[in-house]
């Protein structure tokens, strides 16, 4: 892959002025920022602090098959279809995924020679589990039926370099 030289940054112009805590749980906490903001102005900027990063995995076996998993969303009051969340192996990308209100940070790795083993799911989960070729999960992040910002962005990485290697 060429290496492009770095997009040029701009000094940061938000003056920050004061901090107050809103709200906060296990997950994440939520400030209230008072700024100057690039105009001059005064600006008060909610701001959500998560505690965590986000971590996405790509399930690949021998055959290019992968796994994603399906829950009822309660925040969007949607069924999310999505790539499985937690764990590490080899590091695909590092995301922000939603920079304008929140800190929060997500990194995407695949995972490759993995045995089937027991779940363990959370009080919070009642989760379906789907094995399909990654060429489908592919087509349907295309076609609009996976929208998660985490899932979305890991697949199509994914589609991009594993072309790029195998055209090499």
């Given at each position: 892959?060429?290496?492009?030289?770095?997009?040029?940054?701009?000094?940061n112009p938000?003056?920050?002025?004061?901090s107050?805590?809103i709200y906060?749980n296990?997950?994440?906490?939520?400030?209230?920022?008072?700024v100057?903001?690039?105009?001059?102005?005064?600006s008060?900027?909610?701001?959500?602090?998560?505690?965590?990063?986000?971590?996405?995995?790509?399930?690949?076996?021998?055959?290019?098959?992968?796994?994603?998993?399906?829950?009822?969303?309660?925040?969007?009051?949607?069924?999310?279809?999505?790539?499985?969340?937690?764990?590490g192996?080899?590091?695909?990308?590092?995301?922000h995924?939603?920079?304008?209100?929140?800190?929060?940070?997500?990194?995407?790795?695949?995972?490759?020679?993995l045995?089937?083993?027991e779940?363990?799911?959370?009080d919070?989960?009642?989760?379906?589990?789907?094995k399909?070729?990654?060429e489908?999960a592919?087509e349907?992040v295309?076609?609009?039926?996976?929208?998660?910002?985490?899932?979305v962005?890991?697949?199509?990485?994914?589609?991009?370099?594993?072309?790029?290697?195998t055209?090499?």
């Amino acid at each position: 892959m060429k290496k492009n030289k770095p997009l040029p940054v701009a000094p940061n112009p938000w003056k920050p002025r004061s901090s107050e805590e809103i709200y906060q749980n296990p997950w994440f906490s939520l400030h209230e920022d008072k700024v100057i903001n690039p105009a001059g102005g005064l600006s008060h900027y909610g701001k959500i602090h998560f505690k965590n990063l986000a971590i996405g995995i790509i399930p690949l076996d021998e055959n290019n098959n992968t796994w994603l998993v399906g829950q009822y969303r309660y925040v969007p009051d949607c069924y999310s279809w999505e790539i499985p969340m937690g764990g590490g192996w080899q590091e695909l990308m590092k995301l922000h995924t939603s920079n304008s209100v929140t800190d929060e940070r997500g990194l995407v790795y695949v995972a490759r020679g993995l045995t089937e083993g027991e779940t363990e799911f959370e009080d919070t989960e009642e989760l379906l589990i789907q094995k399909l070729p990654l060429e489908e999960a592919i087509e349907r992040v295309l076609s609009g039926e996976i929208t998660d910002a985490i899932s979305v962005a890991g697949l199509l990485k994914l589609k991009l370099t594993h072309l790029t290697n195998t055209n090499k």
